[in-house]
Structure formats: C-alpha cells, structure tokens
C-alpha cells in the first residue's frame, strides 16, 4: 500500500508557522485531516505527503525544506523502529533490522546497505517512479538516515560523501552545513557513503532485552498481517486478466470469510480497493518497462475492458501516457 504514517508531520506545521503559513491550506487540498499530523496510527498516501513537500518548498522559497524538516524531525517519527534501531549491538545491525521493518513505517520506503572494501554506503529508494523529480523527500530521508547513524554512535558520525541522482537545490555551503562532508549531484544513486568502521560502531543504547521485545512485537503485530497483504496482492494479480477480481472471489480462493478479509484488511488501514490499485499501478510499470506489449494488451492484462480506462488511470498514477512512461524509461536505459 502507498501509506505512511501520520509522524511523517511531526514538526511540519511549526516549520511552516515559523515562515508565516498555515498548515491546514496545506493538507486541505490532499483531504488529509489535522488528526492525522504527529499520530502514528494514523496512515495517508504517501505519494500525498512527497507533493505536499514539493509544494511547500516552491511556496516557502525554501530549496533546503526536507533537510530543515529532516533536522528538526530527528527520529521520532519512526515509532518502535526507533527503540530498534537505538537497543541494536552495533549500528551495522541497528541498519539491517530498520531496513527489515520499514515497512511498518511505509511500505513505500526502502533502504538498502551495501558494503565494500573499506566502505559502506546506505541506498534509499521510494515507490515512485522517478525519484530525481521528487528531490525534497529523497534529501530528506538521506538525512535522516546519517541522523540515525549519529545518534545511535552518540553524535560521533559524518559521511564520507553523499550521492543524489538530481542536481543541486541550493548552494554547496548549504549542504555543507547539513552534512558535514562533501555532496555530489548527477550521481547514479541516491546513498549515504561511510566507511565500513562505522558499521562496527557499538549502539550507545544498546540493550539486548530491549532489542528482542521490540523485535518480537514487530514480528508478532505486523509479520502475519504482511504476509496476508502478500497473498491478497497475489490473487489480485492473477485474477486481474480473467476479469474476476473481486473481494468475494479472493476471500473464496484464500479459504476465509468475506467479512473476516474485510475486517483484516482495515485493520491495517487497507480496503481491497486500495490493494488492486496498487497491484494496477506496480503491473504497469513492468509491463512497459520489460516487456513490449502494446496498450491494449496492457490494459487487458490489467483487468480492464477499454484500453481508455487503463490511459486514464495511468495518467493518475503517474502523470503521463504509458506512451510517454515507456519512452522516458527507454531514454533512462541508453543513457
């Protein structure tokens, strides 16, 4: 699902209210409630939040938005990955069970760790389909991972270098001064560079006991109902072609009551709707990227019954033709 959770906002309305503008003109066009900001029950789309941050830099004239946010943020927002990360034996370790979990912060999210001869760089990617347009929330959740990494060694961190694919938003000195060490734009990831010592660090809060409750509530709070939404995800997929897909036939073919799937799938904020959406939006963008089917094949494939139903909802997800979507990637691959 393309969620993420209401501490997303945590600190945004003052950084607004700090330049003189009101959070609720904000979040209004998007139907996104004052309930919602700081509550980490809560979920919106998180494609919502990442035009709200363009949005709200190109109003604020402020080119260093998602860095200023990142700072003031810190790492409240992450709920229990927090406690996580911070009870994890070394920052190595407290990397790898934030990048296991995340999901129950947003699915949308995704870092990944790498390590190299005397190296280590941390990876972030989100769900949508070109990062470089979106520059403010990749800045922002760069940031907030090496603010991760510098309260966990107890404010002892600086990369090496920071990677981003777009080009620079504001003057060098700016980044400089968030960072701490040299920023290159233009680059083929968007990364956090350390060196690999850095991974060896010991968690100045580490506590073993800690760490395996947190560990065991995750696992036991989200583990079976991620696993549901997978095999929800998959029935869809299959069932989208024959033109069957609906909550009755997929709550006949995984062996439960319509109601029951009903009951679960709100329970993590979900509505079948939302799920064939989704798989909808993720077919797609494999489709045109790996295969050469045309249009209409596509939109079949999809379990639509005009190929014009399939361009509009396209155009909603992603802002352009499928014509226009498989060509920018072409361009991206011979590059």
């Known amino acids: 699902m393309d969620s993420i959770r209401g ?18 003109d904000y979040l209004a066009p998007h139907r996104i409630g004052l309930d919602v900001v700081g ?22 004239h402020l080119p260093h938005f998602g860095l200023e946010l990142a700072t003031r943020q810190g790492l409240t927002l992450l709920g229990p990955l927090q406690h996580l990360a911070r009870s994890a ?15 129950v912060y947003s699915p949308s999210i995704h870092y990944s760790l790498e390590r190299r001869p005397g190296r280590a760089l941390l990876y972030f990617q989100n769900s949508l389909p070109d990062s470089r347009e979106t520059p403010q929330i990749i800045e ?6 090496g603010l991760l990494i510098n309260e966990l060694q107890g404010g002892s961190f600086v990369p090496k270098t920071v990677l981003f694919r777009h080009l620079p938003l504001a003057h060098m000195a700016v980044y400089q001064r968030y960072f701490g060490c040299p920023v290159l734009f233009g680059q083929e990831h968007d990364a956090l560079v350390m060196d690999a010592e850095d991974l060896q660090y010991r968690c100045v809060q580490y506590d073993p006991a800690l760490h395996d409750i947190v560990r065991f509530y995750l696992e036991n709070q989200y583990g079976a109902e991620t696993e549901l939404l997978e095999k929800v995800k998959q ?10 897909c609906s909550l009755e036939q997929v709550a006949l073919l995984l062996g439960v009551h319509v109601r029951t799937l009903q009951r679960r799938l709100a ?9 064939v959406e989704q798989v909808r939006c993720q077919q797609a963008r494999q489709l045109l990227h790996h295969t050469s089917l045309g249009v209409a094949q596509i939109a079949q494939e999809l379990g639509y019954r005009r190929p014009a139903s399939f361009c509009r909802a396209h155009y909603r997800w992603y802002e352009c033709t499928p014509l226009e979507h498989r060509q920018k990637f072409d361009k991206r691959e011979s590059s």
């Open 7 to 24: 501490t997303a906002f945590l600190q945004y309305g003052e950084l607004l209210a700090a330049h003189g503008a009101n959070l609720h």
């Open 39 to 60: 509550n980490y029950e809560k979920r919106f789309a998180y494609k919502s939040l990442v035009q709200i941050f363009e949005g709200s830099a190109r109003a604020l």
């Open 89 to 103: 034996p070394t920052v190595g370790d407290a990397l790898i069970a934030v990048i296991r979990y995340m999901r």
């Open 140 to 145: 922002k959740s760069v940031l907030q991972g």
């Open 235 to 244: 029935q869809i997929q299959i069932l989208l072609p024959k033109q069957r």
């Open 267 to 275: 329970s993590n904020g979900v509505e079948f709707e939302q799920l």
